[in-house]
């Protein structure tokens, strides 16, 4: 995982703000989120089994998660590696396959090493500043 220096941390947004500015980027809400947090993504790079992504994770500070009116707060945004599971299953369950609901394999790595390169960070934090400055992100008053 390699953190970026962005001015996202702190900022805040109406979440369904947030989901409309970040989809014109290709930035969408990733799959695992919470009724408290949850994370955007894009994807940098995906070569074979292994896909580099952009991830800006973010804190309901008030109302109720997946509403557009939840107020949400932006934390410290990272470029993170995924490595897929290619080949077979070895948790591999008859009755989920006959059923076709073993389509996804558990990942091989979540969280895999990245070799520090420049390219994305730069990449990530490019995209990051077409959008960081919108009127839609306010800066809390401290």
């Given at each position: 995982?390699?953190?970026?220096?962005?001015?996202?941390?702190?900022?805040?947004?109406?979440?369904?703000?947030?989901?409309?500015?970040?989809?014109e980027?290709?930035?969408?809400?990733?799959?695992?989120?919470?009724?408290?947090?949850?994370?955007?993504?894009?994807?940098?790079?995906?070569?074979?089994?292994?896909?580099?992504?952009?991830?800006?994770?973010?804190?309901?500070?008030?109302?109720v998660?997946?509403?557009?009116?939840?107020?949400?707060?932006?934390?410290?945004?990272?470029?993170?590696?995924?490595?897929?599971?290619?080949?077979?299953?070895?948790?591999?369950?008859?009755?989920?396959?006959?059923?076709?609901?073993?389509?996804?394999?558990?990942?091989?790595?979540?969280?895999?090493?990245i070799?520090?390169?420049?390219?994305?960070?730069?990449?990530?934090?490019?995209?990051?500043?077409?959008?960081?400055?919108?009127?839609?992100?306010?800066?809390?008053?401290?």
């Amino acid at each position: 995982m390699i953190e970026l220096k962005t001015t996202m941390p702190g900022k805040k947004a109406l979440f369904g703000d947030a989901c409309k500015v970040l989809a014109e980027h290709g930035v969408i809400i990733g799959g695992n989120w919470d009724f408290d947090r949850g994370n955007f993504d894009t994807v940098l790079n995906q070569d074979g089994g292994e896909s580099v992504y952009l991830r800006l994770p973010f804190d309901v500070v008030d109302g109720v998660m997946d509403e557009d009116s939840a107020m949400i707060s932006f934390g410290t945004p990272f470029i993170i590696k995924h490595v897929v599971n290619i080949g077979l299953d070895d948790d591999d369950s008859p009755v989920l396959a006959a059923a076709g609901l073993d389509q996804f394999q558990t990942p091989h790595d979540k969280d895999a090493p990245i070799v520090y390169d420049e390219k994305w960070v730069h990449e990530g934090e490019d995209l990051i500043a077409r959008f960081s400055e919108n009127p839609i992100f306010i800066i809390p008053f401290v």
